[in-house]
């Protein structure tokens, strides 16, 4: 039987890491959220940790670059057999999110995870 680990939800790209240390120089400690909601919402969002209330409908992923990453309850059902990978590219991201004014908006990729992950992340309590 081929023992398989319990896979992060969460990663980030070497460029998404490089923007959060920037933007924890600046801003202090942060976190991430993703709501599904409309407009921004559908996007990752990073605030000053602090400025968005946390609550019980909200799960946390992981932590990327020991930034703590959220997502609604929704969204993960959504979501929750993927494997995201925090990324940034140019452009104008969510109006609310700490990177806007820099030209650069972070940005979710995905992969499906296997069925061996999966039957991890369920024995793990995890989805």
Do not use: N
Request: with cysteine; charged share 20%.
């Amino acid at each position: 039987m081929e023992i398989v680990t319990i896979p992060e939800q969460v990663l980030a790209t070497e460029a998404a890491r490089a923007l959060i240390a920037s933007l924890e120089a600046e801003h202090g400690s942060l976190i991430f959220h993703q709501s599904g909601g409309c407009c921004d919402g559908s996007s990752p969002m990073c605030y000053p940790a602090g400025d968005l209330m946390i609550g019980d409908v909200d799960v946390l992923l992981g932590k990327v670059a020991g930034v703590p990453f959220y997502m609604s309850q929704g969204q993960f059902e959504y979501w929750k057999h993927t494997q995201l990978t925090l990324d940034v590219v140019p452009g104008r991201g969510g109006m609310f999110s700490v990177e806007g004014p820099r030209g650069l908006r972070f940005l979710i990729r995905s992969r499906v995870f296997t069925d061996a992950e999966i039957a991890a992340l369920r024995e793990a309590g995890r989805i």
